[in-house]
């Protein structure tokens, strides 16, 4: 588990690297995002919800994993390992985005940062924590957090195609910004957040060869995937 811990250094440090280089930007792009024409923030709005973690897991999310879930199982040549194949890739979905909302949730309430919407009355800086109230839960975004545990699940499943995930991600975690829900520091963490989960789970399946397997670098890898195609 060395690389575990390895790489959830360099994620927890990336956080902390972006949320110190766009803390101090935070208001300005905020400000300057939701003053896009019309067309471009009404674009995001549009798209902003496909990243709620009840959109991953009750709706058209979960008819995406269904199908990469059917698609997998179709590949194992019995009926047992077809079994085993489809239930592990399940909860392998849903402990990635259920932790993800766990977390994302608890560390909003802990925290309260009040949202763009507040930044004239409060600023962009206003700490408010344990009240439970949604404009003051804007640290960190719950939709990036979604996305990243979403799409990072996928991106560990099929590296080969990481970089569209990774891009896909991103388009939701903009668009918070977009329509002023956060700002950008909340979605960097969130992003990472969710990307950390899904990392972490597939290192906890990896030791036991469920869907995963350790390469020679100590780095999960899917077990139906040619190290090639890293």
């Known amino acids: 588990m060395r ?3 390895v790489s959830s250094g360099w994620i927890l ?3 902390f690297l972006l949320v110190l280089v766009f803390i101090p930007l935070d208001p300005i792009i905020s400000q300057r995002a939701q003053a896009l024409p019309g067309s471009i923030v009404g674009f995001n709005k549009s798209i902003t919800d496909f990243g709620t973690f009840r959109w991953m897991l009750y709706s058209t999310g979960l008819l995406a994993i269904a199908a990469y879930v059917a698609a997998r199982v179709l590949t194992s040549y019995s009926y047992a390992s077809r079994i085993k194949t489809a239930w592990r890739l399940l909860l392998y979905f849903f402990l990635t985005i259920g932790t993800a909302s ?4 608890l560390l909003k309430f802990v925290i ?3 949202r763009p919407e507040l930044l004239i009355d409060l600023g962009a800086y206003s700490l408010t924590p344990f009240t439970g109230d949604n404009l ?3 640290f960190p975004s719950g939709h990036s957090a979604a996305a990243g ?3 990072g699940a996928f991106m560990m499943l099929m590296p080969r195609f990481r970089f569209v995930f990774i891009g896909l991600a991103m388009v939701i975690g903009v668009s918070r910004v977009i329509v002023g829900a956060h700002y950008p520091s909340d979605v960097a963490a969130g992003l990472l ?3 950390w989960t899904a990392m972490a789970f597939a290192f906890i399946f990896a030791r036991s060869e469920w869907l995963f397997r350790f390469d020679m670098k100590g780095w999960p ?3 139906n995937v040619p190290y090639s195609a890293s």
């Open 13 to 15: 440090a990336a956080t």
């Open 149 to 151: 545990s979403f799409f």
């Open 221 to 223: 890898f899917p077990k």
């Open 193 to 195: 957040l969710g990307t």
């Open 102 to 105: 766990i977390l994302v949730h």
């Open 3 to 5: 690389r575990f811990f």
């Open 112 to 114: 309260g940062r009040a």
């Open 136 to 138: 003051y839960e804007s």
